[in-house]
């Protein structure tokens, strides 16, 4: 069954959208999704650093996000710099660096488009296993951290002063968004990643009416996302990155010609 | 409303019977509450405790403990450390100076001043209920009724008024049955009448859990009369005691100023907070 690329395709696509389903509903609960973005502009210099020491590609951008997030945590602490400019100028210069550094390497040939804009369609059966092991450690994670993570998410005083520990919750929440941004690379590229996360998560907001069912129903539309984009890729003939998030989108549209629950004060 | 509940004077009620009699004992009938506060070790206490924020000192000095069954109110006009002072209380924050200690395992019940919630965040106020801990239905139900929320278990919580609100705050709170409860604020966005409601409330609810109960508040004679000790605070401790005592107090007048005339109680004037178009609040702290 997976011989077929196609189908290759819509496996791990499914997998990277149901983990990215509920880390996204943090990312957009958190106002994190300029902070996803840096780290996932930050990968590009995680592939040319695997490059540079023929190590693990996925490793290497996980590890380097993880830097980039620790950066950003340390130094949103210390400095004066507010910090979307502070994110803004470690996300850019990020991504520069790691096509400088790519393009330095001229023994190497590197597919640009395809860390930019993903190569699903590339995917190797030892893809797939990365992703669904992967992604089960990171649920696995998320779902160990998930009430001291929401809790710190509402107020964090107050989980704070309740003993959920939010420093480190929020630490292992930034490395599981390196780890799934790592993961998903190869499937929508460095360019299109947060919009994997954030899209699915905005869309189920109009359906969700606890944080939970959320995540869920994130999971479950970014999946459809996937196929979706995946089939009009190939009916299309369009670039299957893009055309994932463009599904995504059109379900985003579409959400709001639907009714949402019904609940007390609808004014909004 | 029972006149004995709103005495500034009444004392503390011990939680067990063993124990109100052995300070009975101990001190006579008039002194249960000095004795019943020895009886019991502090569930936290500041030793000369200081905070800095952005390198000047917002609060110094400051020696405060809190005992089981106790009702202990921070005041002070707006910047004058009694959010720093609670802050360093819950271990929120570290002090720069002095020392904080809290009993080992202490289980504390926090209602913060302002929780702004998100539109993108779903949140009804049964799934608030359960932010820190896992309480079965009945328990959510029947801390919503103490407070008399019961009614808004299914409602989202950004649809809340202010008093609804502050309701919700206290029963998420109490609902974890803590050893300490930190109120910050807890009657702003009230009416003068559902202040009393919710003060008399307070005290009920610190005699049933038999809880230590630490409030922050800056309206001055509806608190005075809720509260067992009073720390009047302006950058540092000016004045303390029992609320009769800290309202005749020289400092606290000096402080307050015309506010400390009962003739003004019922006026607020020093907003902390502002009120953004979408009903979120936003605190100048």
């Known amino acids: ?268 | 409303m029972d006149s004995a509940e709103n005495a500034p004077s009444a004392p503390i009620l011990p939680t067990t019977l063993s124990e109100s009699a052995a300070a009975q004992v101990i001190a006579g009938a008039d002194g249960i509450e000095e004795a019943a506060t020895l009886l019991r070790e502090p569930l936290l206490s500041l030793q000369g405790a200081g905070l800095k924020q952005a390198g000047r000192w917002s609060v110094r000095g400051v020696n405060l403990s809190v005992a089981p069954g106790e009702i202990v109110t921070l005041i002070g006009p707006n910047g004058s450390g009694k959010s720093s002072t609670a802050k360093m209380a819950l271990g929120v924050v570290n002090p720069d100076e002095g020392e904080v200690w809290r009993r080992p395992g202490l289980k504390v019940g926090y209602a913060p001043q302002a929780v702004a919630i998100d539109w993108t965040l779903p949140l009804t106020v049964a799934r608030f209920m359960t932010l820190t801990s896992g309480l079965s239905s009945p328990e959510i139900d029947a801390a919503l009724t103490r407070v008399g929320a019961e009614s808004l278990r299914r409602a989202e919580l950004r649809t809340l008024s202010g008093g609804e609100f502050q309701r919700v705050l206290l029963a998420r709170a109490i609902a974890r049955k803590p050893d300490l409860l930190v109120l910050d604020e807890p009657v702003q966005g009230v009416d003068f009448h559902g202040q009393n409601a919710l003060y008399t409330l307070i005290r009920r609810i610190r005699d049933e859990l038999g809880c230590g109960v630490l409030m922050i508040s800056h309206d001055l004679h509806v608190v005075m009369a809720a509260t067992d000790k009073v720390l009047c605070l302006n950058g540092h401790v000016c004045c303390e005691g029992a609320p009769k005592a800290v309202a005749e107090s020289v400092e606290y007048k000096q402080l307050f100023g015309d506010l400390a005339t009962p003739a003004m109680a019922l006026y607020e004037h020093h907003h902390d907070h502002t009120h953004l178009p979408d009903g979120t609040v936003r605190r100048a702290e």
């Open chain 1, 1 to 268: 069954m997976l011989d077929d690329f196609f189908t290759r395709a819509l496996v791990a696509g499914v997998g990277v959208a149901v983990m990215a389903g509920p880390l996204g509903c943090f990312v957009i609960w958190r106002r994190m999704a300029y902070f996803g973005d840096t780290l996932a502009h930050a990968a590009l210099l995680g592939v040319a650093l695997s490059l540079l020491l023929e190590i693990d590609s996925t490793l290497a951008v996980f590890l380097s996000a993880c830097a980039i997030s620790a950066l950003l945590l340390t130094w949103r602490r210390t400095s004066a710099i507010p910090s979307d400019a502070l994110l803004g100028l470690l996300s850019h210069s990020a991504l520069a660096l790691g096509l400088v550094a790519l393009a330095f390497m001229t023994w190497v040939r590197v597919d640009l488009t395809g860390l930019l804009f993903g190569d699903i369609l590339s995917v190797t059966r030892t893809d797939i296993a990365v992703v669904y092991g992967g992604g089960a450690a990171v649920l696995a994670i998320l779902a160990l951290i998930w009430r001291r993570l929401f809790a710190s998410t509402v107020n964090r005083e107050l989980a704070e002063a309740e003993g959920m520990r939010p420093d480190t919750v929020e630490l292992i929440f930034t490395m599981l968004l390196a780890a799934v941004i790592a993961i998903a690379i190869k499937i929508v590229g460095v360019l299109l990643i947060t919009a994997l996360l954030i899209i699915p998560a905005a869309t189920a907001r109009r359906f969700a009416t606890g944080p939970e069912q959320m995540a869920l129903a994130a999971s479950i539309i970014g999946a459809s996302a996937v196929v979706g984009g995946l089939y009009g890729s190939l009916q299309w003939d369009t670039p299957s990155g893009p055309s994932i998030v463009v599904a995504a989108l059109l379900l985003f549209l579409a959400s709001f010609g639907v009714p949402g629950p019904k609940r007390r004060g609808v004014g909004q």
